[in-house]
């Protein structure tokens, strides 16, 4: 196969950036993970791969955010050191095709509206519950580029009765819905991992508390078909039920969603993000 059929595609995340090398159908050729440090240090050993696979006819960045999409650049994220990085132009400038662009929750929603757990329906919300929060709204009618997207991880909810007395992490908001239920917010909280605590029942109620409140506000004001969790912290396979179960109380009949079949895991498993990369790449090159 010619190397010029081939898209690099990269999901840019707080923790670590994954690789992928994708052909014209899709199918990865290779793929890689390198973890995320520095700005100059990450993207030179993203690019140092990636010259092992040149040339691409286009590639994708889905990037932790926030985001300014239009120009390819982190903003003030709260990711220290990558304040302002213009993500976008380095890969352009290096590899000289093509840059798609957006936040890692965008693509992931565009990929699973198309590819996952969104197929056959009319919208989508993607939510990823890891390093950070973050959520992307994606509509099968309404396919126009964003210039931001929403921080959906950081608006405010009501306390949980049993979790008045831990502030939160959020740098800017303190008690955000970040700021409460993000991985980094569960260890400082309860010292460890949700996976690896030894009884995490209290813990699972807690975030499944905030989550279950945060999908009953998404369906009260962007009423998507599917809302979709995926990200690290939903590795522990007993919140997901719990989010269904906090969501139905919350909304207390009011609206007709039946949670416990809009809330959902994402159909493309851990690949979303990179997925939409490659559906970013692939568009760019057009």
Known sequence: MLKRHRYGCIEAGGTKFVLGVFDENGKVIARTVIPTTLPQETLNAAMEWFDLHAPFCGIGIASFGPCDIEKGIITNTPKRGWENTPIADIIRRRFLCPVGFDTDVGAAAQAELIHGAGTGHSSVVYITVGTGI???YSNINEQTKARTRPEMGHISVTRHPEDTDFDGICPFHKDCLEGLASGPAITERWGTSLSKMEYPE???NVIGFYLGQFSVTLAATLAPSRIIFG???M??????????ASASQI???YLPTDFHQTIVRPGTGADSGLIGAYLLAKAAAL
């Open 134 to 136: 973050g959520g992307a």
């Open 231 to 233: 990200g690290g912290v």
């Open 235 to 244: 590795g522990t396979k007993e919140l997901i039920g719990t989010i269904r």
């Open 251 to 253: 909304n207390n009949g």
């Open 202 to 204: 209290k813990a699972i």
